[in-house]
């Protein structure tokens, strides 16, 4: 009779393993990946931590008035406030900028008065029709930029800045060097070694310039006795020859002639000089000395031989370099909260990335497959 039964499957060797046609499991990420990714996206956050807290300020900038009044009324700036100020710019020693990305350039300036504490990051005003001395924006600490330690370098080594002071204050300056109570025009102290070099600018009431080209005279001396033929103050007393000419200098271009001209007789010379056709000019120049060389006699000023008129002095200045203070601050223009709203959604993107591999990691761990338990012989 024919078995029914089916046939029974082949037994398999007793070496071979049971678990031999299980596939292997999917290949999981590496942990080191996520760690890495959790790191990122830490660092990103930290370092966007003070525009996330600026973005969450209110709409309605702080009001601090005139920046050079500040520390008078006792007013402390803080980091990554968004706020108004007003103030006086150094427009003479800013520096353009071209922001990688912009189609804009912005300037970059100290606020005078302030002693190098304050400064402005704002746009380029020269398509501007009007001009304001009022900013509008986010205020940070200037140490806290990235471009902090090459532009306070490039102010203290590359920039040189006049600071003006009227003949009050230079003959205050003259008279007590070092004071700290003399100022600029700036209401900054001017703290002056005696070796540091006076610009003074002086009009020389009771004399004329006269101007004559390097091209039709040899020498300064020609020029001087070109001038001294022309008789402008008549006969000279007592047989001087050359009496109207008290002086001369020369530049690249011209020679300059300086004539004595008293106001009775300035325009009888102005005349003479014109029907020579020999330009003129009221003379004024600008000497230079070191402040301790100067010394004040009556109504006279001197600055080591020259003997210069009180009266005639308009102004002076002295260069230096500009140091930005160690606790100075800059206003961003137009930086409003506003506009750093992508801030918290890129932390919170961020964050959310993190804890997924965080979540990713953990699971990794609880899933771990286990070995299978060798078979017993």
């Known amino acids: 009779m024919a078995n029914d039964q089916p046939p029974a499957p082949p037994q398999a060797p007793e ?27 830490g ?7 003070a525009d996330i807290r600026y973005a969450f300020r209110g ?59 304050l400064l402005v990051r704002a746009a380029d ?24 330690a090459p532009m306070r370098d490039y102010y203290a080594h590359e920039v040189s800045a006049a600071r003006f002071f009227t003949p009050d204050m230079l003959r205050a300056l003259v008279q007590k ?12 102290p001017l703290a002056l070694a005696p070796d540091s070099m006076i610009a003074i600018d002086v009009l020389y009431p009771d004399e004329l310039v006269a101007l004559l080209s390097r091209e039709k005279f040899a020498s300064l001396a020609d020029a001087t006795h070109e001038i001294e033929q022309l008789g402008l103050l008549g006969p000279c007393p007592q047989g001087r020859v050359g009496c109207s000419v008290v002086g001369g200098a020369e530049t690249p271009e011209q020679y300059r002639v300086f004539v004595r001209a008293p106001a009775a007789e300035r325009n009888a010379i102005i ?15 600008q000497i230079s000395a070191k402040l301790g060389e100067l010394t004040l006699d009556g109504d006279t000023l001197r600055a080591g031989k020259r003997v210069l008129p009180w009266a005639g002095i308009k102004a002076a200045s002295v260069a230096e370099p500009i140091v930005i203070a160690p ?26 990335f993190a804890a997924f591999n965080v979540w990713y990691l953990f699971r990794r761990r609880d899933s771990t497959p286990r070995q299978p338990a060798a078979k017993k012989g």
């Open 15 to 41: 070496d071979e393993d049971e678990f031999a046609g299980v596939p292997d499991p999917p290949l999981r990420r590496n942990p080191i990946t996520a760690l890495i990714v959790i790191a990122l996206a």
């Open 43 to 49: 660092l990103v956050v930290w370092h966007l931590r």
């Open 59 to 117: 709409q309605q900038p702080e009001a601090l008035g005139d920046a050079r009044t500040l520390a008078g009324r006792g007013i402390a700036l803080e980091d990554n406030e968004f706020v108004d100020l007003r103030g006086q710019p150094d427009r003479r020693n800013a520096l353009f900028i071209e922001p990688r990305g912009e189609k804009t350039r912005q300037t970059f300036f100290r606020l005078l008065g302030t002693h190098a504490r």
């Open 125 to 148: 005003t020269a398509k501007q029709p009007k001009l304001e001395d009022r900013w509008v924006g986010r205020l940070r600490r200037f140490d806290t930029l990235p471009y902090a």
């Open 177 to 188: 060097p070092g004071d700290p109570s003399v100022h600029d025009r700036a209401g900054e």
């Open 271 to 285: 005349g003479k000089l014109d029907a020579a056709e020999f330009a003129f000019a009221m003379h004024q120049e």
């Open 327 to 352: 606790d100075a601050y800059v206003l961003a223009e137009g930086e409003a909260p506003g506009s750093f709203w992508w801030a918290p959604v890129v932390a919170a993107l961020l964050l959310a």
